[in-house]
């Protein structure tokens, strides 16, 4: 299967005071909601990612999902990926400020200027079915993911459903997580 990338909301931050942030974190991907991807629609099943998070494999938090512009990973316990009580993908990572790359994404997202998060994968189950917009065959449900490749914070989302916004990780529960 090829990977596809797609692209949802939030970026957030938790700082203490004034102090820089101490972690960043978003929601990679949203289920139950139907988006409109241009040509065809799109909705993820609640559950699409619990076997894929089962897995022992790697997962990164890269920027814009390029391969050298990585945030963290959580083999390395700076990053962790889970499914949120909604049943939604979310992550966090460990920004190190001695890292260039790190404090330049820090300071976008603090700034307002990254909002939005993405996700790479592949799928292992899914249908196509009606959409009431585009006809027969063009409703893009995917029940389960396969693997897992990387979480990012993203420059241009291709899922506009979720506002992004900065607020505080402080009440944010992993259900189910990937790293501990």
Not at 18 to 35: Q, W
Not at 53 to 75: A, M, P, V
Not at 124 to 153: C, M, N, Q, T
């Amino acid at each position: 299967f090829p990977v596809t990338i797609r692209f949802t909301g939030n970026v957030q931050y938790r700082a203490d005071g004034d102090a820089m942030p101490t972690e960043f974190g978003g929601i990679a991907a949203v289920v139950g909601i139907t988006t409109d991807l241009k040509y065809f629609e799109e909705r993820i099943e609640k559950g699409a990612f619990d076997n894929a998070l089962k897995k022992d494999y790697d997962i990164r938090c890269l920027f814009n999902h390029e391969s050298e512009l990585i945030l963290g990973r959580t083999k390395a316990n700076t990053c962790k990926v889970f499914v949120n009580a909604d049943g939604n993908l979310e992550y966090t990572w460990t920004p190190d400020y001695e890292n260039p790359l790190h404090v330049q994404v820090a300071r976008s997202i603090m700034r307002g200027d990254i909002t939005q998060s993405s996700f790479a994968f592949t799928v292992a189950d899914r249908s196509w079915e009606k959409s009431d917009k585009y006809g027969d065959l063009s409703l893009h449900v995917i029940k389960e993911i396969d693997e897992l490749y990387d979480v990012s914070p993203v420059t241009y989302p291709a899922y506009v459903d979720t506002e992004a916004e900065a607020r505080s990780l402080e009440n944010t529960k992993p259900e189910k997580s990937k790293v501990s």
